[in-house]
C-alpha cells in the first residue's frame, strides 16, 4: 500500500516556464487537495477536490491549475512559474465525512519546487 | 477565512519532560487533527479528534469543541518527538482544512 505518492521530490525552473507535480493515491480517497508550506506560513489549501470531476479553490490559489479526472490523481499545474513559487508542495488525501468535512489526512512526502 | 493559533511558537524540552501545546480556533470547526512533521519533513497524523480525548502512547489530545480549543500532551518527551506539531480544522460546511503556523518542539538529551 503506497498511500499517497508525489512526483518529483526536487525541481528547479525558470521563470515562465510550466510544470505539472503529479500525485496519485492507492486508498480510493475521494477528498484530495494541494498545500504549500513556506517558513513561518504554515501549510496554505491551494486547491482541493471533493471527488472526480470536481474541484474548487483554496486560500492561494492564484497561479495554479487543477484538474481531477479520476478518482486517484490529483494533478497540479503552474502556468508560468514564478520565484514566488519557490516553496515545499504538498498532496494530501482522505475521506470525506457525510457531515462535511473529511477524515484523517494522509500527506504525500512533498516536493520541494525551486523557480530561479 | 477561519483563524487557527496555535501556542507557543517554539518549545525547548529536556528529554523526560513533559509539554502541553495548544490550538485555537477563531470559530467553530469539525475534524480537528493534529499532525507532526519530523525532520524530515514528513507530515504524519497523530490524532483525528473533534472531540472528547484520545491518546496514543505518550501523546494525547483533548478538543474542547465549544470552546473553540485543542490541547495536544506529550509526556517524557525523547528527541523523536522533535519536530514541528501542526492542528487544523474544517469550517462546519465546507472540506477547507486549515492548519495553524506550527508549534516547534526540540527536544534535547
Known amino acids: 500500500n503506497a498511500g499517497v505518492t508525489q512526483t518529483p521530490k526536487f525541481q528547479v525552473l525558470k521563470t515562465g516556464q510550466s510544470m505539472t507535480l503529479q500525485c496519485a493515491q492507492d486508498?480510493?480517497?475521494?477528498?484530495m487537495s494541494w498545500y504549500r508550506q513556506d517558513p513561518g506560513m504554515g501549510l496554505r489549501l491551494i486547491h482541493y477536490?471533493?471527488?472526480?470531476?470536481?474541484?474548487d479553490q483554496g486560500e492561494v490559489p492564484n497561479g495554479y491549475n487543477v484538474s481531477r479526472s479520476t478518482t486517484e490523481d490529483f494533478p497540479l499545474r503552474l502556468l508560468s512559474a514564478a520565484p514566488s513559487q519557490t516553496s515545499v508542495y504538498f498532496c494530501?488525501?482522505?475521506?470525506?465525512?457525510?457531515?462535511?468535512?473529511?477524515?484523517?489526512?494522509?500527506f504525500g512526502n512533498g516536493t520541494r519546487l525551486t523557480v530561479t | 477565512g477561519i483563524q487557527v493559533e496555535q501556542s507557543p511558537p517554539d518549545l525547548i524540552l529536556q528529554e523526560g519532560a513533559n509539554s502541553t501545546l495548544r490550538c485555537n480556533f477563531s470559530?467553530?470547526?469539525?475534524?480537528l487533527q493534529w499532525f507532526h512533521q519530523n525532520p524530515w519533513g514528513q507530515l504524519i497524523n497523530l490524532f483525528y479528534?473533534?472531540?472528547g480525548t484520545k491518546q496514543n502512547g505518550r501523546l494525547s489530545a483533548t478538543t474542547v469543541a465549544t470552546e473553540r480549543y485543542s490541547l495536544l500532551y506529550i509526556s517524557s518527551s525523547q528527541t523523536t518527538d522533535s519536530g514541528v506539531y501542526f492542528c487544523?480544522?474544517?469550517?462546519?460546511?465546507?472540506?477547507?482544512?486549515?492548519f495553524g503556523k506550527g508549534n516547534q518542539v526540540v527536544v534535547i538529551p
Open positions: 487544523a480544522g474544517t469550517p462546519y460546511g465546507n472540506n477547507r482544512l486549515a
Open positions: 470559530d467553530s470547526v469539525n475534524n
Open positions: 479528534i473533534p472531540s
Open positions: 477536490s471533493v471527488g472526480a470531476g470536481i474541484t
Open positions: 486508498m480510493n480517497h475521494e477528498y
Open positions: 494530501a488525501s482522505s475521506h470525506p465525512l457525510r457531515t462535511g468535512g473529511n477524515s484523517p489526512l494522509h
